[in-house]
DNA sequence: CTAATAGTGTCTATTAGACAGTATGTT
DNA sequence: AACATACTGTCTAATAGACACTATTAG
């Protein structure tokens, strides 16, 4: 038989009935001003997250997110989905890990890829759809535990991850809910997946600058900088690593009741 | 509606139909004798092929892998193939990749996510199934185009990638293949992604020692880590840095005509 | 003037790179 | 004895961490 005959005589019926679906993590960074003028605003992490309208987890918060056509590249997927949700375009985007536990979705057997969105939330002018909302990440870790809660000022949702160590199998931690009253499916896992993703290859990458407006500070740069590693940094230091990625420019920064900040660009190479 | 109802009413046949497989990228380390008798032996990276018995590329090489059963979690079928093809359990696997361009396999709509096995071959005394065979990994770097060479001794497999910079969406490399006449489907990509991710997790986890044995030189160790690194390292940088990943014993590896050499252990924490 | 951040100089500590030297078993 | 590797001491270079100092502006 050629191999054009058996092409032929191929029936997929024949096999499992599987379903492919995608969730993206939508990160950016979010400012909170302070009651002092003088003070430079808080930033944080912020995730997309849609109220889900159908069943099921009706009516809880979950990642944006949907089925993969059968005519379109498994990469292609959330890029449609992204531009729905948000109207961008040419966004930066990496697969992050799939998941596929048999019961992970209770409507069928469904494989999900999920993907990681870094956006500057400063583009995102479009109003979102009305069942979308940003919610701020507050990461609190404990030994073995992380705990993650989300606030988008009406709401708080909070669930407690485990990390086990594994000596063998299927990388070197498991991560398992523990907790989870308030996101929809195994979304925290991805959540978690995607903040430690990004903390591990900020420092070895530009990855950062896809979350940055055109134009920022060297302070504005650095709080990003400390909001993915979770951890403060020495300003010499981090003017030191960051000196070849960034080009000054002549603008500054006015306005803050302290000295002006001159303003860079990212240095793409 | 309830979920209850929901759930009830749900057909999961309207939906397109995909399959899932996964291929395992099973490495290992493997030494050649060299003819001198004073001098060590050469390492280099081993990849287990299988001869394909049926369509689609019928006869060609390609890695291990099958199609996910409905009943299995996902990452269970890389361990289920994998205890097949080299009946070992307990295995250290990573998930490396899920690829899903529409047109990968001429089959029909087929979902793929690669998995990485380490193992130390010595372990591996049972004989392989006939059609089964490790192929030397031999990579070259030129520019944006990585060329690996793949042989087992009988048979030599070549292909070229090209690692494409992308400034945004999906990663920040594209890898692509410009030339491939030996491997089946998609696989040398996931060769090339196993590589890497090696590389790059290589100095930071312990992962190294899934594939040594239980008692090995710093010499041995030593050549692993440069395989990996794919260069040199100077002997007392390394022996600093691993100082604390390993254990002294007071066995030594004598026969060498040389000065005889201590025999570590493996470290854990 | 003050509070707050911007930005830099410099010292120290730590880590990485390099080289040379000593040790030792097999032929 | 000669060769090849094993193993260590030490110097130097590079990098990271820490702190202190100056600069500048809105109120």
Redesign the pocket.
Known sequence: MTEEDFLKSYNPKKYDNFAISTDILILSISSTDQN?????SNKSYSVLLIKRKNHPFKDKWCLPGGFVRVDEDLEDAPKRILENETNLKNIYLEQLYTYGDVNRDPRMRIISTSYMALIDKNRLNEKLPENASWFKIKKIEDKDTVTIILDNDKEMLSFDIKKTLKEKTTDRYKFSIVKNDSLAFDHPLVILAGLERLKGKVTYTDVVFNMMPEYF????LQQVYEVILDKEL????F???IADKVIATDKYK?????????LFKYNKK
Chains 1, 2 share one sequence.
């Open positions: 002092n003028y003088r003070k430079l500070t060297l302070g504005e020495l300003d010499p230091a003017r030191r690593i006015t306005g803050g009741g302290h000295r002006p900040s001159r």
